[in-house]
């Protein structure tokens, strides 16, 4: 079974600018979860989708959205980039039991 | 929300040694997990364990739901096993996990 899958791996981009980042869960895995993880603040949970709807959401702005779509394949988005944006992103997916995360998503803000 | 802490933050072995590292968590959990963050920022999964015990290897991990805490034990350690272990628990059926800070091991050879 293929794990999850993130893309691209490292994203390098300018302040005001906005990124999508991709995460391929599971094959069966309905739910899928982002999370931001930086040396100040670690772990942070940003969103859940499951079924293509957002299921809970963490304590971020708004500028920070995503979606799923029918095949269970989630995005993410950023907008209005800020250099405190930069960090790792890391998805996991999940059908019940534990939960399984991607290689992420290393964005760095100039 | 619930609280996750995990000690000790740093541990420096010396290859062959045995460790126990420690996540306590401050409410009920349905979902308690420990992962390893190799130095390319992957979370490998180690053990799902919301109650019992369970063993893979050198590494077992044991969690006591009704005391709030959960041990990871590593035996005979190798350098491979370098990098951030951390602990993250749930409740409920919705994809929200708090994670502690992590406990950073060394191992030197």
């Known amino acids: 079974k293929a794990g999850v899958t993130q893309t691209p791996r490292y994203l390098i981009k300018t302040r005001g600018q906005q990124v999508t980042l991709s995460c391929s869960p599971i094959?069966?895995?309905?739910?899928v979860s982002w999370y931001q993880q930086t040396p100040g603040q670690g772990l942070q949970f940003l969103f859940e989708?499951?079924?293509?709807?957002?299921?809970n959401k963490g304590n971020f702005p708004g500028r920070f959205s995503g979606r799923q779509f029918s095949n269970s394949r989630s995005e993410m988005n950023v907008s209005t980039l800020e250099l405190g944006d930069s960090a790792l992103y890391l998805c996991a997916s999940r059908e019940s039991g534990g939960y399984t995360f991607g290689s992420g998503t290393r964005l760095t803000v100039v | 929300g619930i609280q996750v802490e995990q000690s000790p933050p740093d541990l420096i072995l010396q290859e062959g040694a045995n460790s126990t590292l420690r996540c306590n968590f401050s409410?009920?959990?349905?979902?308690l997990q420990w992962f390893h963050q190799n130095p390319w920022g992957q979370l490998i999964n180690l053990f799902y364990i919301p109650s019992g015990t369970k063993q893979n290897g050198r590494l077992s991990a044991t969690t006591v739901a009704t005391e709030r805490y959960s041990l990871l034990y590593i035996s005979s350690s190798q350098t491979t096993d370098s990098g951030v272990y951390f602990c993250?628990?749930?409740?409920?059926?919705?994809?929200?996990?708090?994670f502690g800070k992590g406990t950073k091991l060394s191992v030197k050879p």
């Open positions: 409410d009920s959990v349905n979902n």
């Open positions: 989708y499951f079924s293509e709807t957002q299921r």
């Open positions: 993250a628990v749930n409740w409920g059926s919705q994809g929200n996990l708090i």
């Open positions: 094959s069966g895995h309905r739910s």
